[in-house]
């Protein structure tokens, strides 16, 4: 029997869990447990949504399962991107997870258009979904798959249905009832979901486009034109050698050329504490929060060797590929920037601004008539102990500073 009084309850909990923000995972949690509770003879369930993020399609949370399932993981593509007007996949590798989402319940269901899809275990055609032979091993004795889909105008990406599985170990499987009460109170489970998996994606695309520290700026309410921070920062800007010959003679090799190099200098920078403003075709713009300046110094130098030895590693491998390889040039100054939003009332962006900035650009684009991979500014060889890491390369005017200064380099000698 269903105890209607407790259904209520699950529905007005999951309405306070949703607003209180609860995590998806503690909110499938809670519906199971309180689910039971109410005589749905529940065994194991699975919750699944697609999402924005750019490594995963989506998240799958798990409830009943055996221990060495993780309860929640981000699961991979189950479809190749094709680039507008184009017929082949752009720059995105076979779908990891096509071949398992094609044989299971839910395609079929999004292929038909239905909602729910029952199986009694064993089935009569236990070939028919791959998940029921494992159902049936384990002693499960129904199935029950739902699809809460949601209108057009609340669909963002992919992100367009809740899927969910039930299952049940009792010996005559689940009862009508139990099917009718799990159909009922499955929309607001979907509703919830819904809503703390946008607050993930929301959290997930700022970081993405914004940087990880300006995303979290943004969400905590910076949004304003004109409202920005003056901060004591080191700024990082590097771009990578020779990339307008390859644009020119290997137009196809850039974007991956570029995800290449990107993903060993974002993660040198990400490794010692660093935030990654914008990308600006082969350059990069970072800078490390100088609340201490010899530590932010010392992080930007670690992050800067890091990002050789990264470089000098991919080269290797693309070589071996036969692939078009490149070096990257990096430019390293310290001073006081304004750090927050910069544009139009419609178009903004939060970075960071002012002459320390600029002097950080100069100095980048000073390594190649310096012949030298790397250079820093006198403000920041003067900080703490730096030059015992660094050594003069000379003198240098740069365009746009009033004096010319002294730079540096890694010293080669010295360990890093």
């Given at each position: 029997?269903?105890?209607?009084?407790?259904?209520?309850?699950?529905?007005?909990?999951?309405?306070?869990?949703?607003?209180?923000?609860?995590?998806?995972?503690?909110?499938?949690?809670?519906?199971?447990?309180?689910?039971?509770?109410?005589?749905?003879?529940?065994?194991?369930?699975?919750?699944?949504?697609?999402?924005?993020?750019?490594?995963?399609?989506?998240?799958?949370?798990?409830?009943?399962?055996?221990?060495?399932?993780?309860?929640?993981?981000?699961?991979?593509?189950?479809?190749?991107?094709?680039?507008?007007?184009?017929?082949?996949?752009?720059?995105?590798?076979a779908a990891p997870h096509a071949e398992a989402?094609?044989?299971?319940?839910?395609?079929?269901?999004?292929?038909?258009?239905?909602?729910?899809?029952?199986?009694?275990?064993?089935?009569?055609?236990?070939?028919?979904?791959?998940?029921?032979?494992?159902?049936?091993?384990?002693?499960?004795?129904?199935?029950?798959?739902?699809?809460?889909?949601?209108?057009?105008?609340?669909?963002?990406?992919?992100?367009?249905?809740?899927?969910?599985?039930?299952?049940?170990?009792?010996?005559?499987?689940?009862?009508?009832?139990?099917?009718?009460?799990?159909?009922?109170?499955?929309?607001?489970?979907?509703?919830?979901?819904?809503?703390?998996?946008?607050?993930?994606?929301?959290?997930?695309?700022?970081?993405?486009?914004?940087?990880?520290?300006?995303?979290?700026?943004?969400?905590?309410?910076?949004?304003?034109?004109?409202?920005?921070?003056?901060?004591?920062?080191?700024?990082?800007?590097?771009?990578?050698?020779?990339?307008?010959?390859?644009?020119?003679?290997?137009?196809?090799?850039?974007?991956?050329?570029?995800?290449?190099?990107?993903?060993?200098?974002?993660?040198?920078?990400?490794?010692?504490?660093?935030?990654?403003?914008?990308?600006?075709?082969?350059?990069?713009?970072?800078?490390?929060?100088?609340?201490?300046?010899?530590?932010?110094?010392?992080?930007?130098?670690?992050?800067?060797?890091?990002?050789?030895?990264?470089?000098?590693?991919?080269?290797?491998?693309?070589?071996?590929?036969?692939?078009?390889?490149?070096?990257?040039?990096?430019?390293?100054?310290?001073?006081?920037?304004?750090?927050?939003?910069?544009?139009?009332?419609?178009?903004?962006?939060?970075?960071?601004?002012?002459?320390?900035?600029?002097?950080?650009?100069?100095?980048?684009?000073?390594?190649?008539?310096?012949?030298?991979?790397?250079?820093?500014?006198?403000?920041?060889?003067?900080?703490?102990?730096?030059?015992?890491?660094?050594?003069?390369?000379?003198?240098?005017?740069?365009?746009?500073?009033?004096?010319?200064?002294?730079?540096?380099t890694l010293d080669p000698g010295v360990a890093?």
């Open positions: 029997m269903i105890a209607e009084d407790k259904l209520t309850e699950l529905t007005a909990w999951l309405a306070g869990a949703g607003l209180a923000g609860e995590s998806e995972l503690a909110l499938v949690t809670g519906f199971c447990e309180r689910a039971v509770a109410a005589g749905v003879p529940l065994a194991r369930a699975q919750v699944f949504i697609d999402t924005l993020d750019p490594v995963h399609e989506g998240r799958l949370f798990r409830w009943g399962h055996d221990a060495s399932l993780p309860p929640e993981q981000g699961y991979g593509r189950t479809s190749q991107i094709v680039a507008s007007g184009t017929s082949e996949p752009a720059f995105v590798p989402w094609r044989s299971s319940p839910f395609y079929r269901m999004r292929e038909t258009g239905e909602s729910l899809l029952r199986r009694r275990i064993p089935a009569v055609d236990e070939s028919e979904f791959n998940v029921l032979p494992e159902l049936g091993a384990s002693g499960h004795t129904d199935y029950v798959a739902i699809i809460n889909r949601f209108t057009a105008a609340g669909t963002i990406g992919e992100m367009d249905c809740l899927y969910s599985s039930w299952s049940t170990k009792e010996a005559h499987g689940f009862g009508p009832e139990h099917v009718a009460a799990l159909q009922r109170v499955a929309p607001f489970l979907a509703l919830a979901i819904k809503s703390a998996s946008l607050a993930r994606m929301t959290g997930t695309l700022m970081q993405t486009y914004l940087g990880r520290d300006a995303g979290r700026r943004v969400l905590s309410g910076r949004i304003m034109r004109g409202v920005a921070d003056r901060i004591d920062a080191v700024i990082w800007f590097s771009d990578l050698r020779g990339f307008t010959r390859i644009t020119d003679t290997m137009p196809a090799q850039v974007i991956p050329l570029l995800n290449d190099y990107a993903d060993v200098i974002v993660s040198a920078l990400h490794g010692h504490g660093g935030d990654v403003l914008k990308f600006m075709g082969d350059g990069t713009l970072a800078i490390f929060t100088a609340e201490n300046r010899e530590r932010a110094c010392a992080a930007a130098l670690d992050a800067a060797v890091a990002a050789r030895d990264g470089v000098t590693k991919l080269n290797r491998r693309r070589a071996t590929d036969d692939l078009p390889t490149t070096d990257m040039y990096l430019g390293l100054h310290v001073g006081e920037v304004f750090y927050g939003n910069v544009g139009s009332t419609e178009r903004l962006d939060f970075t960071v601004i002012g002459p320390a900035v600029n002097e950080a650009s100069r100095i980048a684009a000073m390594c190649r008539s310096a012949e030298q991979p790397m250079l820093v500014s006198t403000a920041f060889a003067d900080v703490g102990n730096n030059k015992g890491r660094l050594v003069s390369v000379g003198r240098y005017a740069l365009r746009g500073v009033s004096r010319a200064q002294e730079l540096f890093v």
